[in-house]
């Protein structure tokens, strides 16, 4: 078994509850494996971060349909100090943000700017069930819970992650009614033609995929026929035939492998079995929607772009742009 009881048996009614008696069976497997303590030597010092917040008072206020997925509670002075030492154990934090209990986590990436892109786009999320793709510490899983959903699952294969989701869970408790779950997998753990959920989001993924559409069919098999897919990820200007194939490394990161125009992407997701293609938001990333903060350390976009031209990486690639491409898979 993993090496983190605490909310499995929550995962697994869930399971059972949705109908996913089929992957069901393989759920031990998958956290023992993702949870392996082989796999990152930090991961026991996040468990014990988790497992050391403390009992919070049961009167709170959860708001997951705001910017910041906020739980209001009254925390003593020593209570808050040592929650926010415990959190801060599980930096970097790149994806929020979130205010828990007057601790307020100013991530990486305003994740909720791409939110509020995406959001005025989608079907309506309430009774759906939805899988969040890559989905980091589960701020947009969060997100899609207070938009209604009736089952959300993270999927992410990063340990940290897991545990800033637990960390998250522990603050909000049952105020979602259990609806919103994470599972430390990639997409490669879903059981074939699974043709499940009603809506499946990607965001900053694809590029990272060295088949990307492999990935393109994988999310197509994990949607019911007629399910909505979001899919967010970087992109370059061009026609339908342009296709940016970095070098070793893109705004220094080693695994950037296909970086297409926004029409090139749409003709890919044609070919992959999805309809109704549509671009519904195409921007540059700024370096206030991605930056270095107190809760995130290290490098952040601005190291990563040419100084004396911002339109340019480091390597001399086309500054990061990406774009929200929405689509039906075919009936």
């Known amino acids: 078994m993993s090496t983190y009881d ?5 995962l697994f ?3 059972v509850d949705q109908g996913l008696e089929r992957w069901l069976a393989r759920l031990p497997e998958q956290l023992a494996a993702g949870l392996d303590r082989k796999r990152h030597g930090d991961l026991p010092g996040w468990q014990r971060a988790v497992e050391k917040l403390p009992v919070l008072p ?3 206020r ?6 910041r997925v906020e739980v209001d509670l009254e925390l003593s002075g020593a209570d808050r100090a040592r929650c926010e030492n415990l959190l801060r154990q599980l930096m970097p934090w790149r994806k929020g943000p979130f205010s828990l209990g007057g601790i307020e986590i100013d991530t990486e990436w305003r994740s909720d700017w791409k939110w509020q892109r995406i959001a005025p786009h989608l079907q309506d999320l309430r009774g759906r069930r939805v899988l969040d793709v890559g989905g980091g510490s589960g701020y947009h899983g969060w997100r899609m819970a207070g938009a209604g959903a009736a089952f959300v699952l993270v999927i992410d294969p990063s340990p940290r992650f897991f545990f800033q989701f637990q960390a998250v869970r522990h603050f909000v408790g049952d105020a979602d009614g ?8 990639g997409i490669e753990a879903l059981p074939e033609r699974l043709e499940t959920f009603d809506t499946v989001f990607s965001m900053g993924v694809l590029y990272h995929r060295r ?3 492999d990935h393109l069919h994988q999310l197509r098999e994990a949607l019911r026929p007629g399910g909505e897919l979001v899919l967010e990820t970087l992109v370059v200007e061009g026609d339908a035939e342009r296709v940016l194939v970095p070098g070793e490394r893109y705004a220094s990161m080693p695994n950037v492998y296909f970086l297409p125009s926004s029409k090139a992407l749409a003709h890919w997701l044609e070919r992959c079995g999805f309809e109704n293609v549509r671009v519904v938001d195409e921007s540059d990333t700024s370096l206030e929607e991605q930056r270095s903060t107190d809760w995130m350390r290290f490098q952040s976009l601005a190291d990563f772009l040419d100084p004396d031209d911002r339109r340019l990486t480091l390597e001399g690639h086309p500054a990061p742009r990406r774009a929200v491409l929405i689509a039906q898979r075919r009936q």
Request: cysteine-free; overall charge negative.
């Open 6 to 10: 605490p909310h499995h048996h929550d």
């Open 13 to 15: 009614h869930a399971f």
């Open 58 to 60: 049961a009167e709170r």
């Open 62 to 67: 959860v708001r997951l349909d705001t910017d």
């Open 178 to 185: 259990g609806r919103t779950h994470f599972l430390p997998v």
């Open 211 to 213: 088949s990307p559409l």
